[in-house]
């Protein structure tokens, strides 16, 4: 027992069309294929995690990336020692820093 709920595509959709809030704990993809890891970025709740197992062609591109939803903060570089005390506490789980 995983105590895994093993929901359809289908399934999928109907729940978040229902409620745009809701999202899966864990998004496994094997296929490597590009759209399908935009597809599972979108269902995946705040904190969820991907784990992509499949390869992508090199001309691959995943074009929705919600910084937040994955745990990443956009800071401008002068705020770099607020960075690293949000990683330091674990508020975030990476940072990216802008430069101007």
């Known amino acids: 027992e ?6 359809s ?7 978040k069309q229902a409620d ?5 704990d864990l998004v496994i993809d094997c296929s490597g ?6 597809e599972a970025l979108m ?12 390869v992508s062609s090199s001309e ?15 800071y401008p570089l002068k705020e770099f020692k607020e960075a690293i005390r949000e990683l330091k506490k674990g508020s975030i789980a990476k940072a990216i820093f802008e430069i101007n």
């Open 2 to 7: 995983t105590n895994y709920e093993i929901i």
């Open 9 to 15: 595509p289908k399934e999928l959709k109907a729940k």
């Open 20 to 24: 745009s809030s809701w999202g899966v």
């Open 33 to 38: 294929h590009a759209p399908a890891i935009e």
């Open 43 to 54: 269902l995946l709740r705040s904190g969820g995690t991907l784990c992509i197992f499949g």
């Open 60 to 74: 691959a591109r995943i074009r929705y990336i919600d910084y937040k939803k994955l745990g990443i903060e956009v």
